[in-house]
């Protein structure tokens, strides 16, 4: 079954720079289109940003030029750099595929902006 388990996260200041980072299992993880979404304290999950099979990627729009999604599929990993982070950028991310998210979700990473 699909497992996805996310690492990267951490506590970083203003302006500082964090990787996540997603291994995925149980799927045949090259077809599909992934994304990163992330959820704040007391907000709804959102999606930050997805990368087509293809490798053609998609960003909100208040987060261009700031994050860059990759991927690799040979390992079946889902990668999200995060530059310039600021304090709203703080919740937990979570990696599942775009649009339509699996059911399942892995545990994701906290990400804390904060000096």
């Known amino acids: 079954q699909v497992r996805l388990v996310e690492s990267g996260g951490g506590l970083v200041q203003p302006g500082g720079s964090l990787r996540l980072s997603c291994k995925a299992s149980g799927i045949n993880f090259k077809i599909y289109n992934m994304a990163w979404y992330r959820q704040a304290p007391g907000k709804q999950r959102e999606l930050v940003a997805h990368?087509?099979?293809?490798?053609?990627?998609n960003y909100t729009d208040s987060l261009k030029g700031r994050f860059t999604i990759s991927r690799d599929n040979a390992y079946r990993m889902l990668y999200l750099q995060m530059n310039s982070l600021e304090p709203d950028d703080t919740a937990v991310y979570f990696c599942?595929?775009?649009?339509?998210?699996?059911?399942?979700w892995g545990r994701g990473t906290q990400v804390t902006v904060a000096s």
């Open positions: 990368i087509l099979s293809t490798g053609s990627t």
């Open positions: 599942n595929k775009a649009p339509v998210p699996f059911d399942y």
